[in-house]
Structure formats: structure tokens, C-alpha cells
């Protein structure tokens, strides 16, 4: 078989065809990923383009120069697309198909529709800019720690490179028209390009989602369902690694007084409401980076790491702002905290806990709505 640009355009298609498949395939089986069914119909319509530009010179020139290029910037527009829903954004159409009207305008354009300089530069920019764009998301984005996004992100700058060098070349050396209109050495790269780019994007994109679905899995694992902050087994994991380190810490334990007269009182949808606004509230006046962690029914934990006499004033603090809530709809409904601290150095997280533990036991029987420290007990805050 020789390689020639319409062999290689066919092998193009079949390729792109396939892999097209296999998105739509991954997305029936994870719906929750609608990128993967963006990029399934993105790389079906590069398929039909590739197979419309295999075709140049067998069917009209309206179809296999405007509509399969046209089909190819579409294409192109409906990966952006796919990353930015991918990375939380919403789909905007204008955006996607903008690319590709564009090029059906300019085709109507009698002097652009001659010129092939033109129509390859308006081409290779339009598509720069979107893989351009897409790899700049890529790069930016994602609290999420994929280790495929940074690879993608060079993968789509390399092939905007591509496209964009061509602009340049085309500037310099206007491509000559010959009998076989597909006889030019930038097919030949491009559909080189454009299988590696299929083959790389299939293995990337799909290895992203298969990472994000992994880290969403290992988060809800390791979170609490209602409040949102660390589960029992998370906190203490954390707490266990950080004390190993030798580093000094302060272990604070919260409970919520009185929480099953609240309950019982008010409803368990009133409950829940309270756990949640302690953990806001502890969220917004702890430190930033805190964790947190609900230890189970209305028991809370969090380790800082500051100085011993911050840690007690932000304890404290949480506990006073607690305290100071008020519910226009429940006015007979009263908030307060009891918390323990304990403070150590290279000591097992197990004694640690026993002493917050202890010095959490001493702020109850002291009253209530007070910080205790372990082997010091502090008067309630006024």
C-alpha cells in the first residue's frame, strides 16, 4: 500500500472512527462524564471530515473543501468543548461550532474560496486556537491532582505549534496547485499528526477521567456525607501521620451540647442543620488548611499546628461563634460547644487522644460551652 495523502486521509478516518467509538463506549459506561461523550462526537465528525477530504477531487469541491473542513474545525471546537466541561465550565455552542462557521462565511467569500493561501492560513488558525485554548485549560485548571493533565496540556500545545507554524510557512512558500490537489508534503504531516494525536488523546483524555473518577472515589471515602469535612478514619489517618513526624501539635476536640435534646427537640432535619454550621464555622476561623474531621454523631476534631496559646484562642473562637448563633425561625433554640485540647510533641496519637479526650470530659462537668486544656481546666469563656 503506498502512503500516499488519500491513503493516509483513509487510515485517518478509520482510526478517528474508531476511537470515536470508544468515547461513546467509556461514556455509556460512566455517564457522569459527559466530556467523554463530547469527544465521542468530536472524533465521529473528524472521522466524516477525514473521509470528506480522502474523497478531494471525487466529489465536489463544495463538499470535500468547505463542508469536510468545516466538519474538521467543528471537530476541533467539540474537544475545547469537551475540556471545558471537563474542567467544570459549561458547554457554549456559539464557542464550539464559531470556528466552523466562520470557515463556511469566508468560503462564501468568491476571492477566499479561490485562494488556497487563504483558505489554508484561516484553517490552520482557527485550529491553533483551539487547541491552543485547550491545552492553556489544561495547564490552569484543576484542584483535582491528575497526573495526565499536565501531559495532555503539552500534547495540545505541541499539535497547536503544528498548526501554527503552518500559518508562517504558508506566508512563505504558497502551496502550488497541482492535479492531485492532495499531492502536498502538509497533508501528508498533518494526517501523520492527526493519528497521533487521535491515538495520543484517546489514551490521555480517557486515562483523565479514569483519574478523576478514582480521586472522587478516594474523597467520598475519606468525607463525611453530611457535613462534608474528614470521616473518622481520614482525620485520624491524617493525625497519625502528622504527629509521627515529630512535629508539634495541638489535638482539639469539640462536641455539641446537649445535641440530642436538640434532636429530639426539634427534629433530626434541624440537627443535621446544626452539625453543618459548626463545621462552616469552624472551616472559616480555623487556620486555612485545617482538617477537620467528625468523629462520629456530634463529636469533632481538627489538629493545628501554630503555637500552643493560638490554638486555644481559635478553639475558642469557634466555640464562641457557635454559641452566638441565632435562628430568627427557632428562638427557644440555644447552640453551645464543649472542647478539649492537648498539646504534644513526637507523642502517639493514641495518648494524644486520650488526653483531649480527658480534658473534653473536664469542659462538660465543668458546665458546658467551655475549652478545657488537658491537665489545666479554664474557666468558661464569658
Given at each position: 500500500?503506498?502512503?500516499?495523502?488519500?491513503?493516509?486521509?483513509?487510515?485517518?478516518?478509520?482510526?478517528?472512527?474508531?476511537?470515536?467509538?470508544?468515547?461513546?463506549?467509556?461514556?455509556?459506561?460512566?455517564?457522569?462524564?459527559?466530556?467523554?461523550?463530547?469527544?465521542?462526537?468530536?472524533?465521529?465528525?473528524?472521522?466524516?471530515?477525514?473521509?470528506?477530504?480522502?474523497?478531494?477531487?471525487?466529489?465536489?469541491?463544495?463538499?470535500?473543501?468547505?463542508?469536510?473542513?468545516?466538519?474538521?474545525?467543528?471537530?476541533?471546537?467539540?474537544?475545547?468543548?469537551?475540556?471545558?466541561?471537563?474542567?467544570?465550565?459549561?458547554?457554549?455552542?456559539?464557542?464550539?461550532?464559531?470556528?466552523?462557521?466562520?470557515?463556511?462565511?469566508?468560503?462564501?467569500?468568491?476571492?477566499?474560496?479561490?485562494?488556497?493561501?487563504?483558505?489554508?492560513?484561516?484553517?490552520?488558525?482557527?485550529?491553533?486556537?483551539?487547541?491552543?485554548?485547550?491545552?492553556?485549560?489544561?495547564?490552569?485548571?484543576?484542584?483535582?491532582?491528575?497526573?495526565?493533565?499536565?501531559?495532555?496540556?503539552?500534547?495540545?500545545?505541541?499539535?497547536?505549534?503544528?498548526?501554527?507554524?503552518?500559518?508562517?510557512?504558508?506566508?512563505?512558500?504558497?502551496?502550488?496547485?497541482?492535479?492531485?490537489?492532495?499531492?502536498?508534503?502538509?497533508?501528508?504531516?498533518?494526517?501523520?499528526?492527526?493519528?497521533?494525536?487521535?491515538?495520543?488523546?484517546?489514551?490521555?483524555?480517557?486515562?483523565?477521567?479514569?483519574?478523576?473518577?478514582?480521586?472522587?472515589?478516594?474523597?467520598?471515602?475519606?468525607?463525611?456525607?453530611?457535613?462534608?469535612?474528614?470521616?473518622?478514619?481520614?482525620?485520624?489517618?491524617?493525625?497519625?501521620?502528622?504527629?509521627?513526624?515529630?512535629?508539634?501539635?495541638?489535638?482539639?476536640?469539640?462536641?455539641?451540647?446537649?445535641?440530642?435534646?436538640?434532636?429530639?427537640?426539634?427534629?433530626?432535619?434541624?440537627?443535621?442543620?446544626?452539625?453543618?454550621?459548626?463545621?462552616?464555622?469552624?472551616?472559616?476561623?480555623?487556620?486555612?488548611?485545617?482538617r477537620i474531621g467528625r468523629l462520629?454523631?456530634?463529636?469533632?476534631?481538627?489538629?493545628?499546628?501554630?503555637?500552643?496559646?493560638?490554638?486555644?484562642?481559635?478553639?475558642?473562637?469557634?466555640?464562641?461563634?457557635?454559641?452566638?448563633?441565632?435562628?430568627?425561625?427557632?428562638?427557644?433554640?440555644?447552640?453551645?460547644?464543649?472542647?478539649?485540647?492537648?498539646?504534644?510533641?513526637?507523642?502517639?496519637?493514641?495518648?494524644?487522644?486520650?488526653?483531649?479526650?480527658?480534658?473534653?470530659?473536664?469542659?462538660?462537668?465543668?458546665?458546658?460551652?467551655r475549652v478545657a486544656v488537658a491537665?489545666?481546666?479554664?474557666?468558661?469563656?464569658?
Amino acid at each position: 500500500m503506498r502512503l500516499d495523502s488519500a491513503t493516509l486521509l483513509a487510515a485517518t478516518f478509520l482510526l478517528t472512527f474508531v476511537v470515536g467509538l470508544l468515547f461513546l463506549f467509556s461514556w455509556r459506561q460512566s455517564r457522569p462524564a459527559p466530556a467523554l461523550l463530547i469527544w465521542g462526537i468530536a472524533h465521529l465528525i473528524g472521522a466524516v471530515a477525514s473521509a470528506g477530504l480522502a474523497a478531494r477531487g471525487l466529489i465536489p469541491d463544495l463538499l470535500s473543501i468547505g463542508l469536510a473542513n468545516a466538519a474538521v474545525l467543528a471537530a476541533y471546537g467539540l474537544i475545547w468543548a469537551g475540556i471545558t466541561v471537563f474542567e467544570g465550565r459549561r458547554f457554549r455552542p456559539a464557542a464550539t461550532f464559531g470556528g466552523a462557521a466562520l470557515w463556511a462565511l469566508l468560503c462564501c467569500v468568491p476571492a477566499f474560496y479561490a485562494d488556497i493561501s487563504a483558505r489554508v492560513i484561516a484553517a490552520s488558525g482557527i485550529a491553533c486556537l483551539y487547541m491552543g485554548a485547550g491545552a492553556l485549560l489544561f495547564w490552569r485548571r484543576g484542584a483535582e491532582p491528575l497526573a495526565s493533565r499536565r501531559a495532555a496540556a503539552v500534547l495540545l500545545a505541541v499539535y497547536a505549534v503544528c498548526y501554527g507554524v503552518r500559518i508562517p510557512a504558508t506566508l512563505l512558500a504558497p502551496p502550488v496547485t497541482t492535479p492531485n490537489p492532495l499531492d502536498s508534503p502538509w497533508i501528508t504531516i498533518l494526517c501523520l499528526a492527526s493519528m497521533l494525536l487521535t491515538l495520543a488523546v484517546a489514551f490521555l483524555f480517557t486515562a483523565l477521567t479514569k483519574e478523576r473518577a478514582e480521586h472522587r472515589q478516594r474523597v467520598a471515602a475519606s468525607t463525611d456525607g453530611l457535613t462534608g469535612v474528614a470521616n473518622r478514619r481520614a482525620f485520624v489517618d491524617h493525625a497519625e501521620a502528622t504527629a509521627a513526624r515529630g512535629q508539634a501539635v495541638t489535638l482539639v476536640l469539640f462536641d455539641l451540647d446537649h445535641f440530642k435534646g436538640i434532636n429530639d427537640t426539634f427534629g433530626h432535619m434541624v440537627g443535621d442543620t446544626v452539625l453543618i454550621a459548626f463545621c462552616e464555622v469552624a472551616a472559616v476561623l480555623l487556620p486555612p488548611g485545617t482538617r477537620i474531621g467528625r468523629l462520629g454523631g456530634e463529636e469533632f476534631a481538627c489538629l493545628l499546628t501554630g503555637h500552643p496559646e493560638a490554638a486555644l484562642v481559635q478553639a475558642d473562637s469557634v466555640r464562641r461563634a457557635f454559641a452566638a448563633i441565632r435562628i430568627a425561625a427557632l428562638p427557644d433554640l440555644r447552640l453551645s460547644a464543649s472542647a478539649g485540647l492537648a498539646q504534644g510533641r513526637g507523642e502517639p496519637f493514641d495518648a494524644l487522644m486520650r488526653r483531649a479526650d480527658t480534658a473534653l470530659y473536664a469542659a462538660k462537668n465543668g458546665g458546658r460551652n467551655r475549652v478545657a486544656v488537658a491537665d489545666t481546666l479554664l474557666p468558661a469563656a464569658a
